[in-house]
């Protein structure tokens, strides 16, 4: 069974660092392309970063551009998001979720997410 | 960036009915348009993607459809039911920055 588990979510101050992680199991990991996607409270969904499946190429929002990193580690079927400078909005939930299958692109939607891990930015 | 917008905001209708949410890019996205469901509390699901392919695991003869290509798009729920009552989200996969629109909530009269 695909699954998807975030952790590392917590209250942070503004200006400091966070890093996400994102387990996955029951599927081939190394074969799909990862997005973070994050929801503010009461918001709608807003896009963060993905990763190609190989982890050649990385792609970015603009509001998180040089400030976030997305990673991965294929050996150990984790996804990672590294946070720093963070403001305040950048609270939210932010899910993992899987991308295209075995191709660099992001044109065939986010298929399997996880149950998201909250950001708390705040002094 | 790609603007993605969603109407209406939100829509109240009766078990049974059909509801049709459409969802306009500010560009040309071509087929790269993805539709999801969230509930309140829950992850968001894909329901379709490449503006008409149902994923794999909504039921076949599903209630939901997706049309469109370009710039505008449309997501109709047949037979509306109860469990239908959710937030659905449009998303254009043509271009980075991944953009989505604002969400419509449908709610059950």
């Known amino acids: 069974q695909v699954h998807l588990v975030e952790s590392g979510g917590g209250v942070v101050q503004p200006g400091r660092s966070l890093r996400l992680s994102c387990a996955a199991s029951?599927?081939?990991?190394?074969?799909?392309?990862m997005h973070w996607v994050r929801q503010a409270p009461g918001k709608g969904l807003e896009w963060v970063a993905v990763i190609w499946f190989d982890g050649s190429n990385q792609h970015y929002a603009d509001p998180v551009k040089g400030r976030f990193i997305i990673s991965r580690d294929n050996s150990k079927n984790t996804l990672y998001l590294q946070m720093h400078s963070l403001r305040a909005e950048d609270t939210g939930v932010y899910y993992c979720?899987?991308?295209?299958?075995?191709?660099?692109?992001?044109?065939?939607?986010?298929?399997?997410w996880g149950q998201g891990t909250t950001v708390t930015v705040s002094s | 960036d790609i603007q993605m917008t969603q109407s209406p905001s939100s829509v109240s209708a009766t078990v049974g009915d059909t509801v049709t949410i459409t969802c306009r890019a500010s560009q040309d996205v071509g087929y790269w348009l993805a539709w999801y469901q969230q509930k309140p509390g829950k992850a968001p699901t894909l329901l379709i993607y490449g503006a008409s392919t149902l994923r794999g695991g909504v039921p076949s003869r599903s209630r939901f459809s997706g049309t469109g290509s370009g710039t505008d798009f449309t997501l109709t729920i047949n037979s509306l039911q109860p469990e239908d009552s959710a937030t659905y989200y449009c998303?254009?996969?043509?271009?980075?920055?991944?953009?989505f629109g604002g969400g419509t909530k449908v709610e059950i009269k």
């Open positions: 998303q254009q996969a043509n271009t980075f920055p991944l953009t």
């Open positions: 029951g599927f081939t990991f190394r074969s799909y392309g």
């Open positions: 979720a899987t991308g295209d299958y075995d191709v660099r692109s992001a044109n065939y939607g986010m298929d399997v």
